[in-house]
């Protein structure tokens, strides 16, 4: 009876397996069905409707991406996550502002300027709006506004329409700065000092140091015009940061930034330039009308603090050849004589050596160190890269100390394209803290990814549909070096009250970019970039400022139908989101690159298309 009873009590146990064997492999494919009907289910059939203009125009550059775009499953967190920061607006829907405001600039206001002093030029430096001031509007783009020619068209041509002003191709006719042709402005390269063009200018140049070799690969040119210099010094892998005050020559950076050429408003007044230390490889000022003589060669020693060891700085126009000049210059030989001579006792000063002086050209360099120089005359400050908001000092920048007298003080550099991914000096030498040569690298690793990602959510890179992109949080520069193969370029910012500074590793890196702080205007005119990029940036301020305001000098900046990659946390996304859905902005939040499981997300907007209607209304 025992064995009957143990056989009996076997066959059970075989057909209770024989069952829960069954039950499984039915419940497993029960969720494989239905996860198969799932992903059929969400599988996009068509492209995102985000990127469909809002009315029509033959110039739309959202026709020449959409058979590029990819989209991905739109996110939707709306009803799970709830963030509430008490610093910012609630407002639904925000209004245009006057068509009067269609080029405001926060910062450079006109208007505010001349409240403050004209010794040094301080009132066209940044004057900000106080809060009770700040617009809560969106600024209007000009009636017939069109999306500005693409890269290499747009370094020759640009839309009359975007930029209603001919000021420029009446006052600086003679000398080629810009033609009005129908439509359209063209610009033939010229300049105050270059008649023949930038092109012909620079190959002058090429002919004294060498252009061409990939050791000079960032340049800053100081009272830039409509960055002519700038445009012809591409063409040779140069990137040149260009600068110009808010002046008498109305719209000249608009004008270089609507070409496709980096610039930014700006003045050497009585403050630093928001650069840092040692970041140029070469300078340059033709009648550029900075006094460079006075106030103890201040201006020539700002230009020190930010040129490389070893860097040139390239003076063309008054004094220099004022032998042959001084009649047409309008000035006495012996004022223009007392100038030079002045001049070249500053540069004596800094130790830059005369490297030549040619026809209209004096060319001077940098040491590579300080070797032998007098430390009394040395700035005691310990940080020389601090530029934000800092007062100019009538001294020498001290470079980082060298042991031999032929070794390159703070490292060298590798020559362009190789030194875009070289370990920048600062980190290897740990001139960063908290940041290392494996961080660095992992970065570099890590955007490869990203930047596949993004060519997969917008339309791709390599398109034309952008030519002007800013990371607004840059950190080294990672997003800027990934894209330098595409015909793109990339204004790196780094804010001014970040725990560490690696703007100048970005420049190390053969890249250029600005320190801000985003609770303020950039120093920029509106509509003047087509891609921005946020990565981590209001995890940064939700605390320091009211964030709708950064949205909207976002808008400001932002061209119509250009787009925006925000990364950052869901609850922030779906705040940001709150926001922009009332600027007309289209967006949809997205899965890290990483996939599904990581916390991080990314929103993807679009500023749609929509323009101001002619007012002769002025702002008060």
Not at 52 to 74: E, H, K, M, P
Not at 298 to 320: A, F, K, N, Q, T
Not at 445 to 466: C, F, M, T, V
Request: aromatic letters at 10%; proline letters at 6%; hydrophobic letters at 35%.
């Amino acid at each position: 009876m025992a064995r009957e009873y143990s056989g009996l009590q076997m066959h059970h146990q075989l057909e209770a397996k024989r069952k829960r064997l069954t039950w499984i492999l039915g419940v497993s494919a029960l969720c494989i069905l239905f996860y198969v009907l799932g992903a059929w289910q969400t599988t996009p059939s068509s492209q995102y409707d985000v990127y469909t203009r809002v009315g029509c125009d033959n110039n739309s550059a959202t026709s020449d991406s959409n058979d590029s775009i990819q989209s991905l499953t739109n996110l939707d967190f709306a009803s799970h996550h709830q963030v509430a920061l008490d610093s910012s607006k609630t407002i639904s829907q925000f209004p245009p502002c006057d068509m009067a405001y269609s080029e405001y600039t926060p910062c450079q206001d006109k208007v505010r300027g001349r409240k403050f002093d004209r010794d040094m030029m301080k009132y066209r430096e940044r004057h900000c709006p106080t809060k009770q001031e700040m617009l809560l509007c969106l600024i209007p783009a000009p009636p017939k506004y069109k999306t500005p020619f693409k890269w290499p068209q747009s370094r020759d041509y640009a839309w009359y329409d975007n930029i209603p002003h001919k000021e420029l191709s009446i006052e600086k006719a003679v000398q080629n700065w810009i033609q009005v042709e129908g439509d359209r402005f063209r610009f033939p390269g010229g300049g105050t000092m270059f008649p023949r063009g930038a092109d012909a200018y620079i190959d002058d140049i090429g002919e004294l140091i060498p252009l061409t070799d990939g050791n000079i690969r960032t340049a800053v040119d100081t009272g830039c015009g409509v960055a002519s210099f700038g445009a012809y010094l591409l063409k040779r892998n140069i990137l040149t940061m260009s600068f110009a005050p808010r002046d008498t020559h109305e719209a000249q950076v608009q004008f270089a930034l609507e070409r496709g050429v980096p610039a930014m408003i700006g003045i050497i007044g009585s403050m630093r330039l928001p650069y840092p230390a040692r970041a140029f490889d070469l300078a340059h000022c033709s009648r550029c009308l900075i006094p460079w003589q006075n106030n103890g060669g201040l201006y020539l020693m700002e230009v020190d603090r930010i040129l490389r060891p070893g860097g040139y700085w390239i003076l063309s126009g008054p004094p220099i050849n004022w032998k042959k000049y001084w009649r047409g210059w309008e000035r006495t030989k012996e004022d223009l004589k007392q100038e030079q001579d002045a001049i070249e006792n500053v540069a004596r000063r800094l130790y830059w050596k005369k490297v030549t002086e040619n026809n209209d050209l004096a060319i001077w360099q940098k040491p590579i160190n300080h070797v032998g120089c007098v430390k009394e005359v040395m700035c005691k400050s310990e940080d020389p890269d601090t530029a934000w908001y800092r007062s100019l000092e009538a001294c020498i920048t001290p470079v980082p100390q060298v042991v031999r007298s032929d070794e390159v003080a703070g490292g060298e550099l590798l020559k362009w394209p190789e030194r875009a991914f070289a370990v920048p000096p600062r980190l290897s030498r740990g001139s960063v803290p908290g940041l290392d040569v494996d961080r660095f690298i992992e970065d570099n690793e890590q955007w490869k990814d990203k930047i596949a990602h993004y060519n997969r959510i917008i339309a791709p890179l390599r398109s034309g549909r952008y030519r002007n992109i800013m990371d607004m949080n840059a950190y080294l520069g990672g997003f800027a070096a990934a894209v330098a193969k595409y015909p793109v370029w990339v204004m790196n910012v780094i804010p001014a009250h970040i725990d560490y500074d690696t703007l100048g590793v970005i420049y190390e890196r053969g890249l250029i970019g600005t320190y801000q702080d985003w609770c303020e205007a950039f120093s920029t005119y509106p509509r003047t970039y087509d891609l921005i990029h946020a990565s981590g940036l209001f995890t940064l301020y939700q605390h320091r400022c009211d964030i709708t305001y950064i949205l909207l000098e976002m808008d400001r900046i932002l061209r119509p139908e250009g787009s925006v990659i925000f990364r950052d946390t869901v609850e922030l996304l779906v705040k940001i989101k709150s926001i922009t859905d009332g600027m007309r902005w289209k967006s949809h939040i997205v899965d890290h690159e990483s996939g599904p499981f990581n916390p991080e997300k990314i929103l993807v907007a679009v500023k749609t298309y929509w323009t101001g209607e002619a007012t002769k209304k002025k702002p008060k």
